[in-house]
């Protein structure tokens, strides 16, 4: 089955700098890579995915990028904010049923 | 519209009790599916319906968890008998297509003293 690395585990950044966080997958056949934010006690939300079709895909100040030969991809969050503090999980899912396989979080803490 | 509701939001049993959570997913949706949460990790498959029919349930125990989607709408996931292990949150989430994005509820969260 799918098996989806993340890394890293916790990042503190500034606020206004980057945050870049990776993933890798090892099913070839995977060809959808959504990333959720999920705040404590929350439930966990889709800020943006990618499908096998494109390399790269940006909403405002996040972005992911997908190298289907290397099998990775990443976040990434520019110009951070208080507000983007939460855990961020990667997953992956390809195959008949579109099963998603989630990496195992990483917290991200934007500093004031 | 309406998100993805699920009830109770939180339940405190003893090992070996049984448990039953509940599911109403967005309307019109097809695709349901139950996660287990551990603390400090991503969510973990535990069941996939397209519509009352299961697609996926290969990480389900199946000697202690079953669940259910009568008439292709609710669902609810049962643990019977409890272990300590099962202290987790559950998350039910829908979608209107295997392929499309998942909708999460709230979770419950389960605690097995």
């Known amino acids: 089955g799918e098996n989806v690395e993340q890394h890293p585990s916790t990042l503190s950044v500034q606020e206004g700098d980057s945050a870049v966080i990776k993933c890798t997958y090892s099913d070839s056949a995977s060809n959808y890579f959504p990333w959720y934010k999920q705040e404590l006690g929350k439930r966990p939300q889709l800020i943006i995915d990618?499908?096998?079709?494109?390399g790269e895909k940006k909403d405002q100040r996040i972005a992911v990028t997908l190298n289907k030969t290397a099998k990775h991809f990443s976040l990434h969050i520019t110009e951070t904010q208080p507000e983007d503090s939460a855990v961020y999980f990667c997953?992956?899912?390809?195959?008949?049923?579109?099963?998603?396989?989630f990496g195992k979080g990483t917290l991200l803490t934007v500093n004031p | 519209e309406a998100g993805v509701a699920q009830s109770p939001r939180y339940k405190i049993i003893e090992k070996r009790q049984s448990v039953a959570f509940w599911c109403n997913p967005i309307?019109?949706?097809?695709?349901l599916y139950w996660y287990q949460q551990i603390l400090g990790q991503g969510p973990k498959l535990l069941i996939q319906?397209?519509?009352?029919?299961?697609?996926?349930d290969s990480q389900l125990p199946k000697d202690r968890f079953s669940a259910e989607r009568l008439k292709g709408v609710d669902s609810t996931l049962k643990i019977q008998p409890a272990k300590l292990e099962d202290s987790a949150v559950y998350l039910c989430?829908?979608?209107?297509?295997?392929?499309?994005?998942?909708?999460f509820g709230p979770g419950t969260r389960l605690t097995v003293l």
């Open positions: 309307s019109g949706h097809a695709t």
């Open positions: 989430a829908s979608s209107s297509g295997p392929a499309n994005e998942q909708f």
């Open positions: 997953a992956a899912s390809g195959g008949s049923n579109y099963k998603l396989t």
């Open positions: 319906f397209q519509n009352n029919g299961v697609v996926d």
């Open positions: 990618i499908r096998s079709n494109v």
